[in-house]
């Protein structure tokens, strides 16, 4: 028997495959060998299996990066961590998932856009003024203008013209995006082994 977790793995992998409109429930109950009434048992319409398989998303990425940040005592390198951990998921974002949802499931837009003003603005933001207090930033930097600038449209960076994950390696582009960003904010002697 198909079970909601298991349908939202599912539902999530082709959705970021092939996209949010394009991947349809007619083939997702074919791939799974079930019927189209197993799937509408769990979830009323395929607007809430979107909605639905986008907070499944983000429970797997915020639960994977606060176990890892949680064993790191710099504030800059949790955030170094939490793009890095970011990076990897944004990997398997096809474009079209990310403009279907702004087009077509304007709900499921609106969650995912929630969740990162929230880990950017209370997260992130919460980290760099954490380590501006310990004298890490300097004191002229407006964080809350670096993460507007630098940390809360990666999605829009990676697929602007090209998909950049398709010409640069992760750690290339953790490097370009958020190191080098942060080195630029940082006071002279602060270091970090991500810096080296």
Do not use: W
């Amino acid at each position: 028997m198909i079970n909601k977790k298991y349908l939202l793995e599912c539902s999530v992998t082709k959705f970021l495959k092939f996209g949010s409109k394009s991947f349809t429930l007619d083939e997702l109950s074919k791939d799974l060998g079930i019927s189209k009434k197993t799937i509408y048992k769990h979830f009323k319409n395929k607007k809430e299996l979107i909605s639905n398989s986008i907070l499944f998303l983000i429970d797997n990425y915020t639960e994977e990066y606060k176990i890892a940040i949680d064993k790191i005592e710099d504030p800059i390198e949790k955030v170094i961590v939490i793009y890095e951990i970011g990076l990897k998921y944004l990997k398997y974002f096809k474009p079209s998932f990310l403009f279907g949802l702004k087009k077509y499931y304007p709900k499921a837009d609106e969650i995912f856009e929630n969740f990162k003003k929230e880990t950017v603005y209370e997260i992130v933001y919460g980290f760099l003024n954490e380590a501006k207090t310990k004298g890490h930033i300097r004191e002229n930097v407006d964080l809350r203008l670096v993460c507007e600038l630098y940390f809360l449209r990666m999605e829009n960076v990676t697929f602007k013209n090209k998909n950049l994950f398709e010409e640069y390696s992760l750690e290339t582009l953790l490097q370009h995006l958020i190191i080098n960003n942060l080195r630029g904010i940082t006071t002279q002697t602060y270091s970090s082994a991500y810096f080296e």
